[in-house]
């Protein structure tokens, strides 16, 4: 059964950075996509970034292009997302999820199309 399991969060002035990533286990995400995405308190869960098992796919929410970077090592069997220049609105639980796919290009921002979820890691940006 694969497991994510997402580190890397914590507590950050506005334009500061972190660097989120999800481990897997029980597979090798070779052919797996793989989806970030944050849930705030009170909001629905927005995908932020995604990338496909190629890697020649990635997908970014408006409101993190340009700040935010995702990237694997299939060595490690990791996923990281770079969060740069920080804002409060960036404020949430960050989740990883993964969804084995024969698609080399396919990613999605869409929660309800991946099957496996980590647990979250909190991202707090605070003044």
């Known amino acids: 059964q694969l497991q994510l399991v997402e580190s890397g969060g914590g507590l950050v002035q506005p334009g500061g950075s972190l660097r989120l990533s999800c481990a897997a286990s029980?597979?090798?995400?070779?052919?797996?996509?793989i989806g970030w995405f944050r849930q705030a308190p009170g909001k629905e869960r927005e995908g932020v970034s995604c990338?496909?098992?190629?890697?020649?796919?990635?997908y970014y929410a408006d409101s993190v292009k340009g700040r935010f970077t995702i990237s694997r090592n299939n060595a490690p069997n990791t996923v990281h997302l770079q969060l740069n220049s920080l804002k409060p609105e960036d404020t949430a639980v960050y989740y990883c999820?993964?969804?084995?796919?024969?698609?080399?290009?396919?990613?999605?921002?869409?929660?309800?199309?991946?099957?496996?979820w980590g647990q979250g890691t909190q991202v707090t940006v605070f003044s």
């Open positions: 999820a993964a969804r084995r796919t024969m698609s080399p290009h396919y990613c999605s921002g869409y929660a309800n199309e991946y099957e496996s």
């Open positions: 029980g597979f090798t995400l070779d052919y797996y996509a």
């Open positions: 990338i496909s098992s190629s890697d020649e796919t990635t």
